[in-house]
Structure formats: structure tokens, C-alpha cells
């Protein structure tokens, strides 16, 4: 680290907790060690004045859970992703962030705005990697509102903007992506031999009186609403014919990893009784072959090494989820869990650069 | 085990499965070893020819996942709660059955047929427990449609029948226990000191119209709509009202171990934004004190052990979920779990003798 920024970071952590000097040293000595590997972020949100503004619009003045994080105190990180953002990155050990436009991206939009605000926040995020090309990288905002249009936008980013995969908030006014009028994104994504980030955000309008419970709707609900889109996919049989799809859920894998035994057993049994989708294999392949998950928001030992054992520390990156989760406590959290360092290597940083070629 | 019990049991399995001698002895080879502990299973399904009847009755004729496994090829397993169930408990390892009416129970009938099917299967459980008392051990029917007769019934099925607990399939006609107007229930469940297990049923309405999806509708529908019902019971403040009370959930605990600290995480976060559910601790802590959970259809080692780690070895309680699941398998994949003896006597055996008094 060059002496500035240590300087910065120090200060500007040091302020923002309003400590003294003797505590900046002791918040020195917590700060992960040095290691031989680097730390990818894979998880880690932002946002633009303009996407606020049209949330906002949307949202009739009145910000809501279908609002995203903007109805948080998130907003100074969130718009941040310049010098900022760098020190706290500096300051909690994490390398490179994977940038995506916080949920619900533009998925609120009406079409013609989507696909606009799509392309200049990409424009954004592109200009934000050129500036930090060692620090950033970024996954590329989709409208599926205008699944052609989100096609070629993700083309753009990949090829002319060096963008790595794109990212989709669960449904889409009440949509879901296993409709193959969606599959021209998944068929460039597999052509552009990029991922797609399935995030998630509030359920829709089905599940939402049931899902929306205060103090749940996010830790169960949104959970329940992104893995339900998973196996939505896995479902509608687009694996089969788009076999090199790869499909990125945080969370752990929205608890699937933990479910997916059952999943196939009553899959099994459901399909002889009351007849089964038309895919090709058990969904647990598709879940093995086709999902990579991260791990935001969700760095627990018991959940991480049940995933692990479910579908292979291949498979297993590391994410923060900032700045909504405490990126300082994920890192350390993850330096704690009881891994080996090949392993450790795997999940911050090499399964990330495979995935997302950084 | 008894001369004549051996051999019919080897004669009836061999028959049930095709096999001639030579299979018959490899088939007594993979029976499992005799053990220190007696092996209690604790969500065992069964039903009676009066309920079927309301069912098929009530669906019209056309048996649907909402009839539950009657639509399956279950029944003749189902309707033997006699010789034929005690044959198949010797032949796999099993020592003791904790007897259910299969889901939905009586929650789909009316209120008046609801309680009298209710009074009359307890009737049915308590005289095929009267006839093997050291093999099976019963929880009651409950017709949360009519609250008070429910607790009245419950009483009677505790302190006359010899009965454990009670059992809750999920809503009842779309409606969950976190509504007061069910308490009574779980007054009188706290006053016997006996359990209620919710067990799952398919998603009501609200849901229905996602999580009803061909092939995993059982898998993940019937576990998202369980998990639910029992957040909204940890949300509705009624383990604050009743602290002894004990919930019993099957599937391991239906996710809820693999997501118990993301869900503190964000209950905290979206309490200060939202404002919380009144109530009085951390939802991981309702978790851990006033539930404990079953490996019903869930005996896998990867959420086995991470249950474990979340909740502790003594809230696990093993279960087969029989006749819907092999229950030769499930006996065989919990005892090849890496668990020391001591952990395996408390999931085989004492802990199911602590939570229902067997």
C-alpha cells in the first residue's frame, strides 16, 4: 500500500468512528493479515444520482422495500464509487469489489427508461473500473423489461466497456426469467461466455403477502423469493438448452445448497405422480453444473461448510454485500473459517477470476 | 427380537422386494447392527379409511397435492398402523414410531367435521398405541378451525389417551397460528408441557400461485410455506406469551438452521428502518430455546451436521417420514453420519424421549 492512502485510510476510518489515536492503532492490529492471496468482493453494490432520482419518482416520494436500499442509510456509499470506497476497502483488507447497481436496478422502470438508464449506468460503472482498473470490476445493469435490447447491452459492456457478466434482480413486475421471451440475455450470456448474477430483492406480488413480514422480509423472504427463481430456471429446462449458462446466486445459494438432497428425492417422486418438467437431468447437476454462489451476507462457518460440502469449494466466492452487511466483519469472519489455505485461495480469489475472467 | 417375528419379517420383505434366498441373507447382512440405543422415529404418517373418504369428499373426487399422500401410492402403508407397519420397523431397524395423521389432517374440512374426525382418529391412534405401547407412541389431531374444542381434545389426548403433543399441518385454510384467535392451543399445549410439531402442507393462496411448481412443489414449496408459518410465529410474540412452549419442525428445521444468523442479521438492520415485530429476543433465540426439529426426509450428512452446529445435537431428533420415504434408507444414511456415539444415542433416542415423554 503506498503511503498516502495508508495515511487516508487510517484518518478517514479513524474519523469515521470517531476515534482517537490509540484506537486507530488497536483498529490497526485488527485488520486482516497480509495474504499471499488476493480478496475479491463479489457482491458489492452502488448506485447513481439518476437511478436514486427515478427510484425515488417511481416510488411516488415515498421509499419502500420495492425501493431497494435507498430507503437506508446507505446512500453516501452506495453513490461512492470513487476514492472513498477504495479506503474502505484499504482499511477492511478486501482487494478488488465486483460492482453491480443495487437492487432493484432498473427493473421498476417503465421500458424506455430501463433500457436508458441501463446503458449510462453501465457507462458509470465502466468509467469507475478505467479510473481503479486494479480495484474494480463490475457485472452490467439489465432491463429484461426489453430482453433484445438488455442482449445487446450486455454485449456492449463485455466487449467495448470490459465489464464481466451482467445482474438481474430476481422477477421483473411480477415476471420471472424462466418465460423464454427472457432468454435472449441468457443466450448472449452464453455466447459472451459471461455470468449472470440473479440478485435478490423483494418478492413479487404473489408471494408478497405472505413473505412480507417486518423484521423477516429480507433474512427469509427475499431468500425465498431468489431461490424460488433458481429452481424457476432450472425448471423451465433453459440448462439444457443453453448447457454453458452460468448463473451466480449470493446468499449462500439462497439456502438451495442446504435443501437440494430433498429436491431431488421429492423431484423424483413428485415427476412419477403428477408428471415432471421436461429437463434432462436431477436438478442438484443443475445446481452443480450451471450455479456459482457467493457468500453475502451470509459469512457463517455452519452454512459455508454445509455449501462446501454440497457443491465443492469450487464453486464458493467470497462476497461482503457492501455497504448493507459490514465489510470489515465479512472479511474477518471469512479469515476465520476453518479452511485450508488452497481452499481460502479458492474462495477469495481464484473462483472469482475464473468466473468472472478478472 | 422373537423367533417368530424374525422370520416373518424376513419373508415378508424378501417377498415385498422379489428376492429369493441368497438376496434374502445379503438383505439381513445390510440390516443395520444391533445398537445400544432404541430408535424412535418421529414423523411416521398414517391415516384412517373415514378420513380418506372426507378428503376424496372434499376434493371432489379428484385427489390433488392439497388431498395430501392420498394422491399417492402410499395409502395401504398409510391405513397399516397393525402388524404390517410393526413388520417393516423390524426388518429396517426401527424400534419405535411416532405416529401422525398424514398432512393436511382435518384443516381442509369444515369446522364440525374437522373436530369430530378430530376426536374419532385420536380414538383410532390411542387404541393402536393400546395394542403396542412399547412400539408406537402418537401425537393428536387438531382442528385449529375450532381453537377451544382443539385445546379441550388436546387435554383429553395427553392426560386420557396416553398422546405426546399435538400436530399442525401449516394453515388452515389459509390462515396461520401467529393469529391470536389460535392460542388456546398453544395455552393448553404450554399447560400439558407437550409439543406441537407443524408440519407442512402445500402453500396457501398467497403463496401457491409461485411455489406450486411441477417437481418441486414438495421439495421447496411445502418447506418455504413451513419455515414461514414458523417465523411468523417467532414474530407474533408467542413464545414471549408462552415461554415453555416447544415447537417441533421436521426437515431440519425447513431451512431454518442454514439461515438463522442471516435472519438475526437483517431482523436487526430492517427493525431500525421498519420497525420491528414486538418482541422480546433475536429470532436465533426462539430457534434455539422453543423449537427443536426432526431429519424427516432430510438424512443427509452436509445439513445434518450444519443443523447440528446451529442448533445443537440436542434439538435433533431423527425421523424417516414413512411411507413417503424409504424407511430402510433413511436408518441407514443416519447411522453412517459422523456422530459420536454418545450424539447418536441423543438423535436415535433421547431426545425424542425428553420433548415427547416417550
Given at each position: ?14 474519523a ?19 495474504a499471499?492471496?488476493k480478496?475479491?468482493?463479489c ?5 447513481t ?13 415515498v ?7 435507498i430507503a437506508g442509510?446507505?446512500?453516501?456509499a ?21 460492482l ?6 432498473v ?16 457507462d458509470?460503472?465502466?468509467?469507475a ?8 470490476a ?5 432491463a429484461?423489461?426489453?430482453p433484445?435490447?438488455?442482449a ?9 466497456l ?17 418465460d423464454?421471451k427472457f ?13 449472470i448474477?440473479?440478485?435478490p ?11 412480507t413480514m ?11 423469493e ?10 423451465s429446462?433453459v440448462?439444457?438448452k443453453?448447457?454453458m ?13 442446504f ?11 413428485e ?13 442438484s ?5 450451471n450455479?456459482?454462489?457467493t ?39 471469512m ?20 468466473v468472472?475472467?478478472?
Amino acid at each position: 500500500m503506498k503511503r498516502r492512502t495508508f495515511l487516508a485510510t487510517s484518518i478517514a476510518s479513524g474519523a469515521a468512528l470517531g476515534m482517537g489515536a490509540e484506537s486507530r492503532s488497536a483498529e490497526k492490529a485488527d485488520k486482516p493479515e497480509k495474504a499471499p492471496y488476493k480478496r475479491i468482493s463479489c457482491e458489492e453494490a452502488f448506485s447513481t444520482p439518476e437511478i436514486v432520482a427515478e427510484l425515488k419518482r417511481v416510488a411516488g416520494g415515498v421509499p419502500s422495500m420495492s425501493s431497494g436500499p435507498i430507503a437506508g442509510p446507505f446512500m453516501p456509499a452506495l453513490l461512492d464509487i470513487g476514492e472513498g470506497r477504495i479506503q474502505t476497502m484499504d482499511r477492511d483488507g478486501v482487494d478488488i469489489q465486483v460492482l453491480s447497481l443495487t437492487s432493484p436496478g432498473v427493473q421498476n422502470f417503465d421500458p424506455a427508461t430501463a433500457v436508458s438508464l441501463m446503458r449510462a449506468t453501465n457507462d458509470r460503472l465502466a468509467e469507475a473500473i478505467r479510473k481503479y482498473p486494479a480495484r474494480f470490476a463490475g457485472l452490467a445493469v439489465i432491463a429484461p423489461q426489453d430482453p433484445v435490447a438488455s442482449a445487446k447491452e450486455l454485449e456492449r459492456a463485455v466487449e467495448s466497456l470490459g465489464i464481466k457478466g451482467g445482474i438481474i434482480n430476481s422477477h421483473t413486475r411480477g415476471e420471472y426469467l424462466d418465460d423464454p421471451k427472457f432468454w435472449p440475455i441468457f443466450e448472449a450470456a452464453q455466447a459472451l461466455n459471461v455470468p449472470i448474477y440473479i440478485h435478490p430483492r423483494e418478492p413479487s406480488s404473489g408471494l408478497a403477502s405472505e413473505l412480507t413480514m417486518p423484521g423477516f422480509t429480507v433474512g427469509w423472504g427475499f431468500g425465498v423469493e431468489t431461490g424460488s427463481h433458481a429452481l424457476r430456471l432450472i425448471a423451465s429446462g433453459v440448462f439444457d438448452k443453453y448447457p454453458m449458462l452460468r448463473i451466480v446466486l449470493g446468499h449462500m445459494g439462497e439456502t438451495l445448497p442446504f435443501v437440494i438432497d430433498r429436491i431431488d428425492n421429492r423431484f423424483q417422486w413428485e415427476s412419477k405422480l403428477f408428471g415432471k418438467p421436461k429437463i434432462e437431468r436431477l436438478p442438484s447437476e443443475y445446481l452443480k453444473n450451471n450455479f456459482v454462489v457467493t457468500t453475502s451476507g451470509m459469512n457463517y462457518r455452519a452454512p459455508l461448510m454445509a455449501t462446501i460440502a454440497q457443491i465443492g469449494v469450487d464453486r464458493v466466492m467470497f462476497a461482503a454485500d457492501y455497504p448493507m452487511e459490514v465489510q470489515a466483519d465479512a472479511v474477518r469472519e471469512m479469515e476465520a473459517m476453518p479452511l485450508s489455505m488452497q481452499d481460502k485461495w479458492k474462495v477469495w480469489e481464484t473462483n472469482a477470476r475464473k468466473v468472472f475472467a478478472i
